[in-house]
């Protein structure tokens, strides 16, 4: 069988910028300067770069990568693709090293391209999860240390005890997974109730069923929704029927076996891009029919209007 690495776009630059034009702008070259789609003609002569093109209504050049993850980039396009369909193509992830090797860049690039990515993998979520009694799964889990230590509501803000088991000082994470569909996660900073019951609120539509385990974070969600149903992780009860987590707890699976196992270390800073990335092949996943081909070119369609510098991803 071909392999779909094979294919043109992955090995000739013309051909790549081609690819993404078809993509970024499906009828047609559109100026990122003025937004104008007439008089707008590709520019020739040897001296000109790959995939320019000269907007007679603003009159100023431009290429496809302005205004995109690849604006300012000196990268080749082609590397460019190869790193996103191998970012979308790894279940559990890729890393910086692994980029560098593969690609034949530096390590300081390889990073800094994985980061670009993941912007670009990053979705809004605007509509609501979940609707006409559909179930959406609601669970926290902590992955790595915080800087900060955690206070404690019950010890009137003073930190946890040393020693104390739970949250005393690690990264809260919260997702809400539709049964069956889209996963969409959140680093917090402190899960506590006000915080969750928010991030639930705004989520999650009104006629959809909850489903969550015992934590008393989610007491009182049945007065937002259709029905509010809960599973005793603490006795040992994980499914009663149709009620269950483990669509959350699969994915918390997935996250944390690829953040220990490929990425090895992340920076609080730069976690909601790591969740962001998971939560992209996630929802893109197979099962959904996306295969990997597909699931880089729903990447690519992210690219605009995502500008990330080196400076800005660094002190973020």
């Known amino acids: 069988m071909k392999s779909v690495l094979n294919d043109k776009h992955f090995h000739d630059e013309k051909a790549a910028y081609k690819w993404v034009e078809a993509r970024v702008w499906p009828e047609g070259p559109v100026c990122p300067h003025c937004g104008g789609v007439e008089r707008i003609n590709p520019m020739k002569g040897k001296s000109t770069r790959i995939g320019t093109y000269k907007c007679y209504q603003c009159r100023k050049p431009f290429t496809v990568k302005v205004g995109t993850i690849f604006e300012s980039s000196h990268i080749p396009m082609k590397l460019w693709l190869q790193?996103?369909?191998?970012?979308?193509?790894?279940?559990?992830?890729?890393?910086?090293?692994?980029?560098?090797?593969?690609?034949?860049c530096t390590?300081?690039?390889a990073w800094f391209m994985s980061h670009r990515i993941r912007e670009a993998m990053r979705e809004g979520g605007l509509t609501p999860m979940g609707g006409n009694g559909g179930i959406v799964e609601a669970d926290e889990t902590y992955f790595g240390k915080s800087k900060e230590p955690k206070v404690s509501k019950q010890r009137k803000g003073r930190p946890y005890k040393v020693g104390s088991r739970g949250p005393r000082d690690k990264r809260a994470v919260l997702s809400l997974v539709e049964r069956g569909g889209r996963v969409r996660?959140?680093?917090?900073?402190?899960?506590?109730?006000?915080?969750?019951?928010n991030i639930v609120k705004e989520n999650v539509d009104r006629e959809t069923r909850l489903h969550t385990d015992e934590s008393r974070l989610y007491h009182g969600a049945d007065e937002y929704f259709e029905s509010h149903e809960t599973v005793k992780h603490s006795l040992k009860e994980y499914a009663r029927g149709d009620v269950h987590v483990n669509s959350a707890e699969g994915f918390f699976g997935i996250f944390k076996r690829g953040m220990r196992g490929v990425y090895q270390h992340c920076s609080e800073k730069h976690l909601h891009r790591y969740l962001a990335?998971?939560?992209?092949?996630?929802?893109?996943?197979?099962?959904?029919?996306?295969?990997?081909?597909?699931r880089a070119t729903m990447a690519l369609k992210g690219i605009v209007g995502k500008r990330l510098t080196y400076e800005t991803t660094r002190q973020q």
Do not use: C, P, W
Not at 185 to 197: C, G, L, M, N, P
């Open 277 to 294: 990335e998971y939560d992209f092949r996630y929802n893109y996943r197979m099962a959904l029919g996306v295969g990997d081909e597909g």
């Open 185 to 197: 996660s959140f680093h917090v900073q402190s899960a506590d109730k006000s915080t969750v019951a």
């Open 83 to 104: 790193a996103i369909f191998l970012m979308t193509s790894s279940k559990k992830g890729i890393s910086s090293n692994q980029l560098h090797r593969t690609l034949g």
């Open 107 to 109: 390590l300081k690039t």
